[in-house]
């Protein structure tokens, strides 16, 4: 009975033996490529399609070599250290991707001695769905880590901002100056000068360039929605809408920048607010007992007179110091007259591509009538302006002519100016010239709003409830319109 269990324990070893050897035999046969590496992870062995996959024409060359050296990214080192195999994994090359096995060699003490890869890829032809599962989600990857990075990145870098006069090469440096350092910045400026582009810039140019840059327009946003957009809520703090919870802009920003625009507009109890988050860096999302710590910089920038409004007690003064560490004060266009030329035809060349249009061509009579004017509306009025002339004209060229019409309303142009008031000028047929309908409704308009402000003493705010507007549409009516606030 004995030696009988002893024959059958010697023929199951045998047939263990064999069964291996068949193992091998079979994958070396079916596989595209196996290698054999020592203790050292050096080749020992390599199949002749495998080395020349690599570039070895002479599989005898590969011999003796690290395994690193023959096949790049190999892992057949990590196998001989660890001793264990690695079953199943995608290895990458310089052409298409391989599914490989690798296993430890042992000896008869358990001891690694070496390791064999397989190329399972050939004969595995039923991974190919997993392939292309792997192959879809890897382009997926690739493609959603692209776009991440182009929403991050911000709008508009320092190239982006035209202008070589004295001005605005001072602003750029100003810039270029807090985009390297860590305090908050204030933006002044009146209406169209480019403070929301120079706050993508130093965003840009800074540090925090790789992380978000959150805005949050404070005009364009309910006071009482105010405090949710800043700092979220808790699912279930609210009832209704909010049910679901929110994450505020604060979080959101986290690691990059915050910027807040028309930061005049902040209501004072949300200043006090602010100003505890940015003395404390931390804060609690309405409804929950969660503490958020804020890594993020702000940028603030406002059209407003804010030491003005912090006179009349309407802009918190510990806040308005809190964030004038760093203050740009972006001058009026008419401060910069030497940018106007630069400024149109980078607007112009902009139209031309958007439109179809070829080169579009300013008159010099026409760039004297944009340098006597004093654009209230700044960049933003000069660019609506040149679009509306650009629409209106037949001709590539643009003439004085065609640009007066659309210039303010002759309030904005310069007393020194000897063309006066450009509608004046009669038409060169003689004939009477009518007041357009587009531009009466324009007119009314104007004088509508303008009315509505001075009843409500120049709060945008009050004048907005008091006509039934809302805030952020009289705000656009206002800029669109070049009205004096
Ligand atoms: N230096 C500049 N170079 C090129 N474009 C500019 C420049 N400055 C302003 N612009 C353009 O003028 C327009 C108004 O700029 P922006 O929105 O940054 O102004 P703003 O100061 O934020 O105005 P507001 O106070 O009304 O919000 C934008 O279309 C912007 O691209
Ligand atoms: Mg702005």
Redesign the pocket.
């Known amino acids: 009975m004995e030696i009988e269990t002893t024959a059958l324990l010697a023929d199951y070893d045998h047939v263990r033996k064999l069964a291996m050897q068949s193992l091998f035999q079979s994958l070396d046969k079916f596989s595209e490529g196996t290698v054999i590496v020592d203790r050292n992870a050096r080749v020992v062995w390599i199949n002749r399609d495998y080395a020349a996959r690599f570039g070895f024409n002479d599989p005898a060359a590969a011999i003796g070599l690290d395994c690193e050296a023959v096949i790049p990214n190999s892992m057949m080192r990590d196998v001989v250290k660890g001793g264990e195999p690695i079953l199943l994994d995608i290895l990458e090359t310089d052409r298409d991707p391989i599914v490989v096995t690798r296993l430890p060699i042992k000896d008869d003490n358990g001891e690694t001695i070496g390791a064999v890869g397989f190329v399972l890829f050939n004969e595995l032809r039923g991974l190919s769905p997993l392939f292309s599962q792997y192959a879809r989600l890897r382009a997926e990857l690739i493609s959603t880590r692209q776009s991440l990075a182009q929403v991050r990145r911000a709008k ?1 870098s320092f190239s ?4 070589t006069s004295a001005a ?1 090469l001072e602003v750029k440096r100003q810039a270029r100056r807090a985009a390297r350092l860590a305090s908050p910045v204030l933006l002044l ?10 706050a993508h810039a130093i965003h840009g140019a800074s540090g925090r360039a790789d992380a978000p840059l959150v805005t949050v327009n404070v005009a364009a946003i309910p006071d009482t929605l105010l405090e949710l957009e800043f700092f979220g809520a808790e699912a279930g703090a609210y009832t209704g809408a909010e049910r679901k919870g929110r994450i505020g802009k604060f979080e959101l920003a986290q690691g990059g920048t915050l910027f807040l ?2 930061i005049g507009d902040m209501p004072l109890a949300l200043q006090g607010k602010l100003l505890r988050v940015l003395q404390e860096q931390e804060f609690e999302p309405l409804g929950s007992n969660r503490i958020v710590h804020t890594d993020v910089r702000i940028i603030a ?3 407003a007179d804010l030491p003005a409004l912090v006179a009349q007690g309407r802009f918190r003064a510990d806040l308005y110091y809190r964030l004038n560490v760093l203050m740009i004060r ?1 001058p009026p266009l008419r401060e910069r007259l030497a ?1 106007i030329e630069a ?1 149109a035809y ?1 607007i112009l060349d902009k139209l031309a591509v958007e439109s179809g249009a070829g080169h579009l061509e300013l008159d010099k009579d026409a760039l004297a009538v944009l340098c006597a004017y004093t654009w209230p509306g ?3 009025e000069l ?1 609506n302006t040149l679009e509306r002339a650009v629409l209106l004209s037949d001709s590539e060229r643009i003439d004085a002519r065609s640009l007066a019409r659309f210039i303010g309303d002759g309030r904005g142009q310069r007393r020194d100016d000897e063309g006066g008031d450009p509608r004046d000028t009669p038409d060169e047929s003689g004939a009477q010239q009518y007041q357009q309908y587009g531009e009466a409704m324009r007119d009314y308009e104007r004088r509508f709003l303008t009315d509505a402000l001075r009843a409500a003493g120049g709060q945008v705010t009050k004048a907005a409830a008091q006509i039934g507007m809302a805030r952020a549409t009289l705000y656009r009516r206002i ?1 669109a319109l070049g009205i004096d606030v």
Request: proline residues 0%; aromatic residues 4%.
């Open positions: 508009y982006s901002l035209i202008g605005s400026g009146e209406t169209g000068t480019g403070k929301e582009l120079l625009d028309e920038a406002t059209a972006v940018d400024m980078a700044n960049v933003r660019r800029v």
